[in-house]
């Protein structure tokens, strides 16, 4: 099974998929039961890691202060791993069985991005895009309706998106897509 999380930068990804990773390898310590040996066998790949670390990009956006991703090179990556989350905001543009789409309200989506550091006009751009449902409408275009999992992290802590994604991973949740409605931020 292949999980891909995404979701526009500052949603919550990094954080949720890294408290998943903590407990994939802590539940390979105890006994386990049928769901939790779903989930000791994933492995998380943070893709834009591997994008830096492998430097599969084509080029630098000067103006965004952003690599362009070289999605082929990253496809060829991941060819014949299984069982694994890939998470970046990238990731629902490589082959996924269930697509977890991390969605944020926008000006709270904008303040997340400004604390980390981030130039005022790239979080504009990026909470304007989640009120969009850009990320959203990519997943659905490239997975189907049925694949795609909405999670609304507004008000969610990184442990409560950690679960959301672990009912997602071992089929106890149902799919879902547009629930979240973020557009009247646009108004």
Same mark, same amino acid.
């Given at each position: 099974? /292949?999980?891909?999380?995404?979701?526009? %930068?500052?949603?919550?990804?990094?954080?949720?998929?890294?408290?998943?990773?903590? $407990?994939?390898?802590?539940?390979?310590?105890? #006994? +386990? #039961?049928?769901?939790?040996?779903?989930?000791?066998?994933?492995?998380?790949?943070?893709?834009? &890691?591997?994008?830096?670390?492998?430097?599969?990009?084509?080029?630098?956006?000067? *103006? &965004?202060?952003?690599?362009?991703?070289?999605?082929?090179?990253? /496809?060829?990556?991941?060819?014949?791993?299984? #069982?694994?989350?890939?998470? @970046?905001?990238?990731?629902?543009?490589?082959?996924?069985? /269930?697509?977890?789409?991390?969605?944020? $309200?926008?000006?709270?989506?904008?303040?997340?991005?400004?604390? $980390?550091?981030?130039?005022? +006009?790239?979080?504009?751009?990026?909470?304007? @895009?989640?009120?969009?449902?850009?990320?959203?409408?990519?997943?659905?275009?490239?997975?189907?309706?049925? @694949?795609?999992?909405?999670? *609304?992290?507004? *008000? /969610?802590? %990184?442990? $409560?998106?950690?679960?959301?994604?672990?009912?997602?991973?071992?089929?106890?949740?149902? %799919? @879902?897509?547009?629930?979240? *409605?973020?557009?009247?931020?646009? +108004?």
């Amino acid at each position: 099974m /292949r999980l891909a999380v995404t979701g526009t %930068p500052g949603t919550g990804k990094t954080t949720a998929t890294e408290l998943l990773e903590e $407990r994939l390898s802590s539940d390979g310590d105890n #006994d +386990a #039961d049928a769901d939790d040996d779903q989930l000791t066998d994933l492995e998380v790949v943070h893709l834009n &890691r591997v994008l830096e670390e492998e430097e599969l990009y084509t080029e630098v956006d000067a *103006d &965004r202060q952003s690599k362009v991703a070289d999605l082929d090179a990253l /496809r060829e990556h991941l060819e014949g791993r299984d #069982d694994i989350v890939i998470e @970046s905001h990238l990731s629902h543009h490589v082959a996924a069985d /269930r697509v977890a789409v991390l969605r944020c $309200r926008p000006d709270v989506l904008e303040s997340r991005l400004l604390e $980390r550091g981030e130039t005022e +006009a790239k979080a504009t751009e990026n909470a304007e @895009s989640e009120a969009l449902d850009v990320i959203l409408s990519e997943a659905v275009e490239a997975h189907g309706l049925e @694949s795609i999992y909405e999670i *609304d992290t507004t *008000d /969610r802590d %990184p442990d $409560r998106v950690a679960d959301a994604l672990e009912a997602v991973a071992t089929g106890e949740r149902e %799919p @879902s897509a547009g629930e979240v *409605d973020f557009v009247g931020y646009l +108004a």
